[in-house]
């Protein structure tokens, strides 16, 4: 497919966390605007799927700029909690988006199923569905994802969300202990975006 490369994008996301990694992974040359700019309300994630709500966040991000736009939908999959919270990350964390309530209902929820958790190995992994849409209604989504376990405990205070109980596959360090610029060079949201630059 020939395809022309994107100058100008409007990142559709109000999460301050999501959209500091999401433009320090986007091309210098890029003229980037955002909800930082145009102070748009999120629209409702209705979408049971990461490739719903991604789509239906660009979409609408994109009618409301008229702009090349892309957004991020994304969260982490628990096994041990049947891959809960998955889409409803965000929402563990009540409408003040407050983290220490959704990692503590992390923490309560393995507990439950498992008293002797800290044991063992709690299999999770963060998934994230990057899509940009065109206003003539192109759009293209791809999907990235890291594997990891959840930590014993909260440690770190660098990222955002569920960083400091997310150790990735291989290391010992939390996401919310690692550099943010190691993260960012690993993570779901870097895998998606490996799968999309060629459009920039
Ligand atoms: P949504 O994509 O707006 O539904 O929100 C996804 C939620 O998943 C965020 O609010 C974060 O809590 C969580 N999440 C997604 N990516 C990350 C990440 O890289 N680190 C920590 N938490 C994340």
Not at 18 to 37: A, C, F, T, W
């Amino acid at each position: 497919m020939s395809q022309k490369k994107i100058k100008e994008i409007f990142i559709g996301s109000n999460n301050k966390g999501k959209l500091k990694e999401i433009v320090d992974l986007l091309p210098k040359r890029l003229k980037i605007s955002s909800n930082l700019d145009y102070k748009i309300p999120s629209p409702k994630e209705t979408g049971t799927t990461f490739e719903q709500n991604s789509f239906l966040k660009a979409k609408y991000f994109s009618k409301k700029t008229n702009k090349i736009s892309m957004s991020d939908d994304s969260g982490i999959e628990i096994d041990i909690l049947d891959k809960k919270p998955g889409v409803y990350s965000a929402d563990w964390a009540g409408k003040k988006r407050n983290f220490n309530i959704a990692i503590k209902k992390v923490y309560q929820e393995i507990f439950k199923k498992d008293k002797n958790w800290k044991k063992k190995k709690i299999k999770a992994r963060f998934i994230c569905v990057l899509t940009i849409f065109w206003p003539d209604g192109k759009f293209v989504s791809r999907r990235g994802k890291i594997e990891g376990q959840i930590s014993n405990s909260k440690k770190g205070v660098n990222g955002f969300g569920y960083d400091p109980i997310f150790i990735p596959k291989g290391r010992k360090l939390t996401f919310g202990e690692l550099d943010p610029k190691k993260k960012y060079k690993i993570d779901h949201r870097f895998n998606a975006f490996k799968k999309i630059k060629k459009f920039f």
